[in-house]
């Protein structure tokens, strides 16, 4: 089997004010933020000429993006082969939220820790994806 889990891809969390959070972050820690967030880039240990990026982002704690979880946060996880891995994690007893997503960016999927935690599982397109993070800075 390939390897599962390959990074974290995104931390998301549940706040009063996104856009003040943002800034807060912006201004105290030095993040560059836009709408959705921050994205921390980075290089792959096991090729460094490839690029891998982690999405920060505060969201308003109404979101119901976590449901059915209750908790105030959720993490993504980047993934190889995301339909094998779901495949595996459904014989584990793996309560798999929703069906799988495809986008030009990525794959993904969303479950359930025993905790009620959501998790997003994504197989990322870094280049495409790269692609739209130049796209958003240029707005």
Do not use: C
Not at 19 to 47: I, P
Not at 49 to 63: A, C, F
């Amino acid at each position: 089997m390939k390897k599962r889990v390959t990074g974290i891809g995104g931390i998301f969390f549940k706040v009063k004010n996104p856009d003040e959070t943002k800034s807060w972050y912006q201004k105290h820690l030095g993040l560059n933020t836009d709408k959705y967030g921050t994205t921390f880039e980075w290089r792959h240990a096991s090729d460094p000429s490839l690029k891998g990026h982690t999405q920060w982002s505060p969201m308003g704690e109404k979101t119901t993006y976590f449901n059915p979880s209750e908790k105030d946060f959720m993490i993504n996880y980047r993934v190889e082969n995301l339909v094998e891995l779901v495949e595996e994690l459904k014989k584990e007893g793996v309560q798999i939220l929703d069906e799988i997503a495809v986008y030009d960016y990525g794959k993904f999927v969303h479950i359930m820790d025993p905790d009620g935690h959501a998790i997003e599982l994504w197989e990322p397109v870094d280049e495409v994806y790269e692609d739209i993070l130049d796209e958003n800075a240029k707005t």
